[in-house]
């Protein structure tokens, strides 16, 4: 699967076909459109490019040499990048390789891609964290290729008893999960002892999933007791947030509220909720601050069946943020996210891996 936003190839872009071309193998093709800088027809007849292009699980456009000509940078499941240099008009030069396994330089499987505003395959996490019931914070680091790296990390500060761990997707320019301890009244950075700033009183949920109001900076989002849901806009910063403006009410009938970054494939952040009856629900992220969620829309049954859910980012790098669901019996499950919308939005799960009973919290 081809991912990428084409941002900036100077107004053009290049996309891979819907459709599979017609040799054996089945392989997308790659046309070129080139840009108009009008509104109303951004894009030109689309010219061909060259077929093979499914190899890659990543590929943006980026103009990085004099001759102003975008290059395309892919990466392939296994962490090989390669350079395609533009030659203009959606032809380009022989890849170049850089980096992978059989390379002295690491693979690319853990990085994220790359450049330019809005190009984010994996919007602002990287993984899950789970608390030991010492209060113990190890971190499992996805690795964009559908598995968690083989080594995971033990963070400096603890989980005291009485606290919940609470992730935030992007809040700042490095683009990654910031994490904080919960107390029911202040939010604390885990590994600063920095706390948010602003009242939290009557709050009984906190998350971050990532930009909601489309400004390009991580928000949170916070449920008071009588169930409304408020919008606290990021600044950048891991302890200043506006607000809280008011997104609705109604949001005390879910369990679990939960999202890092975009899920439906548009670029926007969503968030997805569990009822007490089990049904799951994507709220589609708008950008919109005045109104940043679009109506619910079911995406299945009996999930509550799992004990936990927790929103890894893109956990296989095709630019969607997948789920994991844990069971009673420590086995870890993959929710891939389709692409689809409604009960397709999810495909059908597969193990991620199992003994994870023993944690007391995924974030
Ligand atoms: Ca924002
Ligand atoms: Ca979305
Ligand atoms: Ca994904």
Known sequence: MLTGTWGDVSASAVVPSPQPSHDAWGDPTLYYYAGTGRKDTPFKARVFVSTGWNSYSKLIAADNHAGRKADLWAV?????????????????????????PTSVTPPWTDSDLFVNSGVTPVYGKHGIVAVEASGTVREYTNLTNGHFAATRRTLDAKVQAG?????????????????????????????TGKTVKGSF??????????DLN?????????RDAHGTLWLRGGTGSTTTFDGPVEVSAGWGAYQQILGAGDISGD??????????DGRLYIFRGTGRADAPFAPRELIGGGWNAYDTLAAPGDLNGDGRADLVARDAGGTLWFYRASGY????????RTVLGKGWGAFKQLS
């Open 163 to 191: 606290q919940r761990l609470i992730s935030a997707a992007a809040l700042t320019d490095d683009n990654r999960a910031e994490h904080y301890t919960w107390n029911g009244s202040a939010l604390t950075h885990l590994t």
């Open 214 to 222: 489309g400004d390009g900076k991580g928000d949170l989002l916070s």
């Open 267 to 276: 670029g926007r952040a969503d968030v997805v909720a569990t009822g007490a």
């Open 201 to 210: 009183s009557g709050t009984d949920l906190v998350l971050g999933p990532g």
């Open 341 to 348: 919308d409604t009960t397709r939005t999810l495909d059908a």
């Open 76 to 100: 392939t499941p296994d962490g090989v990048l390669y350079v395609h240099p533009g030659k203009g008009g959606g032809r380009f030069g022989t890849p170049l390789r850089f980096g992978g």
